[in-house]
C-alpha cells in the first residue's frame, strides 16, 4: 500500500510549502527465558502526517490511516494549523529549498519464515547453550526485529520510498561466583536486514555464544577498578556510544540553537589532531551502513557530515529550519521515528575514523589502566559531560591484559577526553544495536576504532 500510493497525486492540495510523508513501523519481540516463551508480540503502526510551512511556522498533523480521505483531510488539517499559528506567532524565516529522489528497500527477498519457525530457530539456540553450557543459573534468547517503511513527498518534488531494516538477537547469560552473587553479561548479535538474511545460519551464533559465556566466567573472578583517572583504552563499542552521545549531539544545530558547548568553537580544536569523527548518511568505504538514509524526511539528499576533522571542530548537523538559521547548507539528518512524529535533527551512523595504530600496540603501550569493551546506559548533556555504564573490561598490568573488573562507571568531559587521545587503531567496526532518545527513539548507527585516552573510572 504504501510503496504503491502516488503522493504526487495529492500535490493540487498544498496551498503552501508542504511534507507529505506515509508511514508504517513493525515490531516483532519474541523472548525465551530458560527454554520458555515468555514474551511474543507484534505491533504495525501506520498512518500519514502533514506539516506545512507559512510565515515561519509549521503547522503539523497525522491521522492513523492510509486511505486517500486520510491523506487529504490531513494536509487540510496541517494547513489550517499552520494558518492559526502564523496568524499568533509570525517569524522571519524561509526555508532552503532541495530536490532529491531516491528509493532504497532492504526487505529480503527469501519467503519469510512464520512466527513457528523463527520460534524454533530461537529454541535452537536455547538448547545450544543449555547443552554446552549447563552450569549457568539462568539464559535467555530474544528477538528484536524493526522495519521502517516510509514515502514521501514535497512542494519541493522530493519523493523517496525507503525501507529500513533491522533484526537483533539478544543474548543474556547469568551466573553466580563463589559468594552466590549474581553475575551476568549481554550482548546483541545481528544488524541491517530482515530475519531471513541477517541470520540465514543461525549456528553462526555459537561463536558469538562461546566469546560471551567465556567473557562471563572471567567476571566471575573480576575485581574491582580503582576509582580515579586512568589510561584505558576504549574498544569500539564505547569509542562509538561515547561520540554518539557526549559529542554528536552538541554538534546537532537545534542543540547548538539551545545552547551546546560547540555553538562557539566551530574552527577550535576540541580533539587531539588523531580524531577525525563523521556523521555518515549511508556508505563508508563502499559498505552500507547500519541505518542508511538517502533521502531525509524533509526530502533533502543524505549527505556525510564532518563533525571534527583532525581535532578541529568543522560543523553541525541541520534540517531546512537550523540551515536558513545558520545560513548553512541541509545535511539531510531531519529525521522522525513514527507516522506521527515531526522529524527532529538526528544522528544516523556518527563514528570516529580509524587511525594507524595495532590494538595489542596500544594495550602493551599501558603500563596500569584498563581496557573497556562493552557500554550500558549512559547519559550526556550539551556541555558533553557525560557518565556512561561499564559492563565489560580488563585491567591492564605491564602491557598485558589481566583480571576482569566489576561493573563500573565512566565520566568526564568529551572534548577534554577526546584531547587525551594519543593512539587510534587501524580496524574499524560498527555497532548494530544503537537506538536514540531524543524527544523519540529512533535506530542509529555507531562505530569506529579503539582509542587510548585518559578518562575518570569509578570503582573501589
Known sequence: MIKDTNLAAFANRFSEYTELRLQQNTNTRI???????????????????????????????????????????????????ADFLARHAPRELSLPSAQASFSSDFSTRRPRRTAAQVISILKGLDDHIATNYPALKSRSVSLWDLDMEKQFYNSDTSSSYSNVTRSLIYLRLVTENDAGEPIELAKAVGGRGQFEDVFDNPELLHADIEALHAHLMNKREAVAPKAGVHDVILDSDLAGILAHEAVGHTTEADIVQEGSVAGDRVGQRVASELITMIDFAHTHNGETLPVPVYVDDEGVESRDTVLIDKGVLKGFMHNKESAAHFDASVTGNARAYQFYDEPLIRMRNTAILPGPDKLEDMIASIDDGYYLMWPSNGQADSTSEFMFGVTLGYEIKNGELGRAITDTTISGVAFDMLESVTMVSDEMTWGCAGMCGKKQIIPVGMGGPAIKCRIHIGGQ
Not at 33 to 52: E, I, K, P, Y
Not at 55 to 74: K, P, Q, Y
Request: glycine share 14%; aromatic share 6%.
Open 31 to 81: 523472548t525465551l527465558l530458560n527454554g520458555d516463551v515468555v514474551g511474543n508480540t507484534r505491533s504495525v503502526d501506520s498512518g500519514v502526517s502533514a506539516r506545512v510551512f507559512k510565515d515561519g511556522i509549521w503547522g503539523f498533523a497525522s491521522r492513523a490511516e492510509l486511505s486517500s480521505d486520510a491523506i487529504e483531510g490531513t494536509i487540510g488539517d496541517a494547513t489550517r494549523n
